[in-house]
């Protein structure tokens, strides 16, 4: 069963996300909603990993060895200015696709499984995940003009 290679796989994905939200708001406090809602989801992937540590140890005894290249990293750390803070979103709007994703393809295998409780921890967290694309792609659309057009 490897399941347990995807339980890895989001909680990583998280965790890194958490972290990228943060340097993203340290390097662009100036911009107030960016860093307010920037910690705000940070603590939300937080809480992702933190739900996911009960399924991780449950499954990861008939986890088989991890394939190498199995994880991925997609953040290697915030930018200055107009234009980085556009960057800076993008990544992050980059490593918050992966983990939308890696939560559907637990969401059926936790359908697969029968598995009520993962289930119901991948629906929550997969909502949680989807507001954050939209704030992203919504704060993207609000910078480009100004970081593209206007130098």
Not at 21 to 30: D, I, K, L
Not at 119 to 127: D, K, N
Request: glycine share 6%.
């Amino acid at each position: 069963m490897h399941v347990a290679h995807y339980l890895g796989l989001q909680h990583r994905a998280e965790a890194n996300l958490a972290d990228a939200f943060r340097q993203v708001a340290a390097a662009h406090a100036a911009e107030a909603d960016v860093f307010h809602l920037t910690g705000k989801l940070a603590a939300q992937c937080d809480q992702h990993v933190e739900r996911l540590a009960p399924f991780i140890e449950t499954y990861s005894a008939e986890a088989p060895d991890e394939p190498e290249r199995l994880h991925a990293d997609l953040f290697a750390g915030a930018r200055s200015g107009g234009l980085g803070l556009l960057r800076d979103l993008h990544d992050l709007y980059l490593m918050a696709s992966y983990a939308d994703i890696t939560w559907t393809v637990l969401g059926q295998a936790a359908a697969g499984l029968r598995d009520g409780d993962l289930a119901a921890v991948v629906a929550a967290c997969e909502q949680e995940t989807s507001i954050q694309l939209a704030w992203l792609r919504t704060r993207m659309k609000s910078a480009a003009p100004q970081a593209l057009v206007v130098a």
